[in-house]
Each structure stands twice: as C-alpha cells, then as structure tokens.
C-alpha cells in the first residue's frame, strides 16, 4: 500500500515539480513495486499455509486505498485531468467490488479484463515511462482539451476498457450463480 500511495503522489507531483521526470519513472517503479509486494505477499501466505480469510481482508483494502492513490494522482499528473482520475478509482473499485459479490454469492472469483488491476497498471506505468522519457515535443496535448495529454488518454482508455471488464465480469458471475456452478 505505502508504494501505490507513494506512485500516485509521485504522479501527482508532475505538476508542480521541477524534476517532473524524475516524478513520472517513479511513480512508474512504484506502481511496479505495488505489484510485486501483492504478488509476494499472497505466495508467501499461500506457500507458508497461512493464508486466511483475515489475512484476504489485509489484501483486498490496502489494494483499494493503492488503486484510490494512483489513480487520483494520475489524474493530477501533468497531462491528466482530474475528474478522470476520480472517475478512474471508484470504477477500479467496482471491479473489484463485483469480484468479491461474486464469491460472495458463491460464483468462483472473476479475474478477467480486458482491464483488470495489471493491465490498469500496466497502462500507467507505460505512460508514465513515456512521459517520464520522451521529448517534450512528443507528447501530445488535443487543441480542444487544453492541458490534457498521456495521462488523461491512458485514464480514458482504462474507462472504457474497465467498463468493459464490469459487464464481462457481470455477465460471467452471474452465469456461474445461475449453472450452481462456481
């Protein structure tokens, strides 16, 4: 959790820092940093036979406070816009809200996307590497949207795509509640 909320302030500080580059590779190596500690964290449980339901409720909120952060900084970041930033962080938690009243309900947990939390993160850490890397001159601003850049593409496209991941997970939880078989 404490590497989610370092990226997304991280993303956030571009806007008003002097080492905005240096900003953006940071939030890029934390949000990668974010996923390998989840990562290891549910191995080591797993692997040491301590998981429980205690320690999934230690996982599933420290996600939703990362995915909050990042999301939200992104949407402060230089070239985001604010609005998708927030727009971004409660759909994010609606997906994962549909995973779990899906195992709630019996069906087995719905992973897929096409715009689960990797491929959320992927999608930021690629266009913060970019923003953090490539000329200026290179990075794109719509005449029509003054200020918007990289960042509010990239939160666009993980709306539409984390839409689609709602109703597919939708569609698939409910299939498995209706067949009886999870």
Request: some cysteine; proline content about 5%.
């Amino acid at each position: 959790m404490c590497a989610g909320v370092a990226a997304g302030g991280a993303l956030a500080l571009t806007s008003w820092s002097s080492l905005w580059r240096l900003d953006f590779l940071a939030a890029a190596l934390l949000m990668q940093l974010r996923l390998v500690a989840n990562m290891l964290d549910g191995m080591v449980a797993i692997a040491t036979q301590k998981a429980s339901p205690v320690g999934e409720l230690y996982n599933e909120v420290p996600d939703r406070v990362s995915d909050a952060a990042i999301f939200i900084g992104a949407g402060y970041a230089t070239g985001g816009n604010p609005e998708l930033g927030y727009l971004a962080a409660c759909l994010a938690i609606f997906i994962a809200y549909i995973r779990a009243e899906g195992k709630v309900a019996g069906a087995h947990q719905e992973f897929c996307g096409p715009m689960a939390k990797p491929q959320r993160m992927f999608v930021l850490t690629v266009a913060s590497l970019y923003c953090g890397l490539a000329p200026q001159e290179w990075q794109p601003v719509p005449a029509t949207l003054p200020g918007w850049g990289v960042m509010a593409a990239s939160l666009i496209l993980i709306l539409v795509g984390g839409l689609w991941t709602v109703v597919r997970r939708l569609v698939r939880v409910a299939r498995a509640i209706r067949s009886g078989h999870p």
